[in-house]
T-cell receptor, first 112, second 111 residues
Framework: EAQVTQNPRYLITVTGKKLTVTCSQN?????MSWYRQDPGLGLRQIYY???????DKGDVPEGYKVSRKEKRNFPLILESPSPNQTSLYFC???????????FGDGTRLSIL | QKEVEQNSGPLSVPEGAIASLNCTYS??????FFWYRQYSGKSPELIMF????GDKEDGRFTAQLNKASQYVSLLIRDSQPSDSATYLC???????????FGSGTKLNVKP
């Protein structure tokens, strides 16, 4: 089954404690992206990747890091999480840029 | 700041009616346009995408694009209660690979 898998699905943690949210896709997609979704603000793009070792900033990259060492994986790293990063995060992938994206189930992150 | 605007709703329509959802965008260079449906607590799922001016139909759904007016819409014919969800409009930049989403329109289809 074609899917984008995110882990963990839920995480409650404290300010400053580094965390990683993993994302993996099994569709051999070149394009992957991370979004955060906040009430009233819709989905905002954090980072995206066109292919292995090619990443770039989206609209709200501050406080986040990503890497793309393998085509299937695109982890999101919060080096020093802060409460304003409490949000619902989605990973998505597509065959190429500007094509429809397939979303993961989401990760609900709470930073205390 | 590139913007994608949607009426937050809720838009209420009776079962069997046509639901019309609208979206405007600020970047004239935008080249790809998508409609996603999101049920409460779930991830967005693709409904339609359109790249060229005009209409594109798929079953009960029709996407309409007018680049001159920077306007994209989604029509849902014969609306069903199962269509009740939030509909997200997404716009893709050309050559920059970024996407911008509207905040969504909540649709309620009443039996």
């Amino acid at each position: 089954e074609a899917q984008v898998t995110q882990n963990p699905r839920y995480l409650i943690t404290v300010t400053g404690k580094k965390l990683t949210v993993t994302c993996s896709q099994n569709m051999n997609h070149e394009y992957m992206s991370w979004y955060r979704q906040d009430p009233g603000l819709g989905l905002r793009q954090i980072y995206y990747s066109m292919n292995v070792e090619v990443t770039d900033k989206g609209d709200v990259p501050e406080g986040y890091k990503v890497s793309r060492k393998e085509k299937r994986n695109f982890p999101l790293i919060l080096e020093s999480p802060s409460p304003n990063q409490t949000s619902l995060y989605f990973c998505a992938s597509s065959p190429g840029s500007n094509q429809p994206q397939h979303f993961g189930d989401g990760t609900r992150l709470s930073i205390l | 700041q590139k913007e994608v605007e949607q009426n937050s709703g809720p838009l209420s329509v009776p079962e069997g009616a046509i639901a019309s959802l609208n979206c405007t965008y600020s970047d004239r260079g935008s080249q790809s346009f998508f409609w996603y449906r999101q049920y409460s607590g779930k991830s967005p799922e693709l409904i339609m995408f359109i790249y060229s001016n005009g209409d594109k139909e798929d079953g009960r759904f029709t996407a309409q694009l007018n680049k001159a007016s920077q306007y994209v819409s989604l029509l849902i014919r014969d609306s069903q209660p199962s269509d009740s969800a939030t509909y997200l409009c997404a716009v893709g930049e050309y050559n920059f690979n970024k996407f911008y989403f509207g905040s969504g329109t909540k649709l309620n289809v009443k039996p």
